[in-house]
Nanobody, 124 residues
Framework: QVQLVQSGGGLAQAGDSLRLSCAAS????????MGWFRQAPGKEREFVVA????????SYRNSVKGRFTISGDNAKNTVYLQMDSLKPEDTAVYYC?????????????????WGQGTQVTVSS
């Protein structure tokens, strides 16, 4: 079992950068596929990016490629989401998640543990 505690986020203007953190306690994050999802008001939770610690492979949503970067720090047992060149359409509650699956899941259903969520609001 793992507990995920998120920090970061907040208000930004278009073009700004923000960084989200997701600190895990319990099992090491290398045991999981670590993902970030987001949910805008009235919309479904959508996949943003995932990181398979073993092998280091990443998968990004097309709309964030080149702007968002996921990384992990095994020593701190923490995953980060660096968000650059933010756009108003990035506004959402962002969630980190951990999956025990052996492949990278691209839907929320594939994740076993979730952080509490953090609001990111980007103004134009």
């Amino acid at each position: 079992q793992v507990q995920l505690v998120q920090s970061g986020g907040g208000l930004a203007q278009a073009g700004d950068s923000l960084r989200l953190s997701c600190a895990a306690s319990g099992r090491p994050i290398s045991s999981y596929v670590m993902g970030w999802f987001r949910q805008a008001p009235g919309k479904e939770r959508e996949f943003v990016v995932a990181l398979r610690r073993s092998g280091g492979s990443t998968s990004y949503r097309n709309s964030v490629k080149g702007r968002f970067t996921i990384s992990g720090d095994n020593a701190k047992n923490t995953v980060y989401l660096q968000m650059d060149s933010l756009k108003p359409e990035d506004t959402a509650v962002y969630y980190c998640a951990a999956s025990l699956m052996n492949v990278t899941p691209f839907t929320a259903k594939g994740y076993d543990y979730w952080g509490q969520g953090t609001q990111v609001t980007v103004s134009s």
